[in-house]
């Protein structure tokens, strides 16, 4: 079944403790990225990767970190999480190219930091 | 900058009538368009694409695209409960691999 897991699926932290939240897609999809949606504001887009070692910012990179050392792995990195960064977070892949391809999402975590 | 604008809504509809989803965009050059439907706390799911002007139909919804008019909707016909959720607007970018995205709408379909 073509899918993108994330995990954990849930987590509480407190401020400064650094995290990682893993994302793995079976697709062999190129295209892979973070977002974070808050109340009112959508989804808003963290960082971005073309390909393995290719990442990119997004809209709102301040405070994360990525990775992209093998083509189905795109792990989000917070080293030291704050209260702000508390927020409900989708990890998403998709073929590269010109054509209208679809855009598969992850289950989503929760993460709250106290 | 690109920008897709939707009315946040809520968009309350009675159960059995049609609902009208609208999005605009600002850049000419977007070449694909999504439809994406979320329920509360879970994530995305696509429901429909469309990239040539005029209508695309699937069962019970149509997308419609106006490019001259930078304007792409999303009609539910037989609107039911379980449609109650928030719609998002997503446009690909030709040259690009980012999909933008609206801040979505919620359509509330009471029984």
């Known amino acids: 079944e073509a899918q993108v897991t994330q995990n954990p699926r849930y987590l509480i932290t407190v401020t400064g403790k650094k995290l990682t939240v893993t994302c793995s897609q079976n697709?062999?999809?190129?295209?892979m990225s973070w977002y974070r949606q808050d109340p009112g504001l959508g989804l808003r887009q963290i960082y971005y990767?073309?390909?393995?070692?290719?990442?990119d910012k997004g809209d709102v990179p301040e405070g994360y970190k990525v990775s992209r050392k093998e083509k189905r792995n795109f792990p989000l990195i917070l080293e030291s999480p704050s209260p702000n960064q508390t927020s409900l977070y989708f990890c998403?892949?998709?073929?590269?190219?010109?054509?209208?391809?679809?855009?598969?999402f992850g289950p989503g975590t929760r993460l709250t930091v106290t | 900058q690109k920008e897709v604008e939707q009315n946040s809504g809520p968009l309350s509809v009675p159960e059995g009538a049609i609902a009208s989803l609208n999005c605009t965009y600002s850049?000419?050059?977007?070449?694909?368009f999504f439809w994406y439907r979320q329920y509360s706390g879970k994530s995305p799911e696509l429901i429909m694409f469309?990239?040539?002007?005029g209508d695309k139909e699937d069962g019970r919804f149509t997308a419609q695209l106006n490019k001259a008019s930078q304007y792409v909707s999303l009609l539910i016909r037989d609107s039911q409960p379980s449609d109650s959720a928030t719609y998002l607007c997503?446009?690909?970018?030709?040259?690009?691999?980012?999909?933008?995205f609206g801040k979505g709408t919620m359509l509330l379909v009471s029984p």
């Open positions: 998403a892949s998709r073929p590269t190219g010109t054509g209208p391809y679809r855009q598969y």
């Open positions: 697709m062999n999809h190129e295209y």
């Open positions: 990767s073309m390909n393995v070692e290719v990442t």
């Open positions: 850049d000419r050059g977007s070449q694909s």
């Open positions: 469309i990239y040539s002007n």
């Open positions: 997503a446009v690909h970018l030709s040259g690009y691999s980012t999909l933008t």
